[in-house]
């Protein structure tokens, strides 16, 4: 079965390390980034602040030049992202498996708190309007990283335009519609997409897909065993 992996590279490449240990040769694997990551001017004022938000690895990684005292509360989405803070020596309050279940969580707080999301500059949903209207949590959003389009390469378009299926996984909103405006319809082979999260496969143009399969839990262990019913 073949695969293809759109995420940033260094994403893709350990993506691929994992499917490789797990699955052997059983997969036929092919990398081709559509999204690089761009790290913005870090203007970033944290002492006004009692927490911040993470939603991605991405924002973790280009906050390394941040110094973020011990006594921050720090939220996070997914526990990939929560590895990631962890490593990089943030204590994680609390992690959310999804947005929707960190603004529940968030909703839960009792005393007045002020947080700020940090993020790339396309999101999917905003946190600070998303309280806008609360009296008791309030979030200030900025984006600390950009998601520049790259094309797909020319082995990626191969391997589209054959008559065997592939396997696509996607784990944005964004990644899902860069990669729609670079189908064409030379690009004939069977595609299936497996997607991070429910909000993301109803993001996309369903008939350009001929399968749309949702992960249960978005994180990689679940897609992981989603990838392997076709093995």
Do not use: W
Not at 24 to 51: H, R, T
Not at 54 to 81: M, P, Y
């Amino acid at each position: 079965m073949k695969i293809l992996i759109t995420r940033s590279f260094d994403q893709s490449r350990r993506f691929s390390e994992r499917l490789v240990k797990k699955f052997d040769n059983k997969l036929d694997i092919s990398i081709s980034p559509i999204i690089k990551i761009k790290p913005l001017y870090l203007n970033v004022e944290l002492n006004s602040f009692d927490g911040i938000i993470f939603t991605s690895e991405n924002a973790i990684k280009v906050c390394k030049k941040i110094d973020i005292s011990s006594d921050k509360k720090i939220f996070c989405v997914g526990r990939q992202t929560k590895k990631m803070a962890e490593k990089n020596g943030l204590k994680v309050s609390n992690t959310g498996k999804d947005t929707a279940s960190l603004i529940k969580l968030l909703l839960t707080i009792k005393i007045k708190t002020r947080l700020l999301y940090l993020c790339g500059k396309n999101i999917s949903v905003d946190l600070s309007k998303a309280f806008s209207s609360n009296d008791t949590v309030s979030v200030c959003t900025k984006a600390i990283y950009d998601q520049t389009p790259l094309k797909l390469t020319l082995n990626a378009i191969n391997i589209l335009s054959q008559k065997k299926p592939v396997l696509v996984p996607i784990f944005s909103e964004r990644s899902g519609h860069i990669l729609s405006r670079q189908f064409t319809k030379k690009m004939t082979s069977p595609r299936i997409a497996l997607c991070f999260s429910k909000q993301i496969a109803n993001s996309l143009v369903k008939y350009e897909y001929d399968k749309v399969l949702i992960s249960p839990y978005p994180d990689i262990e679940n897609l992981i065993a989603l990838i392997e019913e076709f093995i």
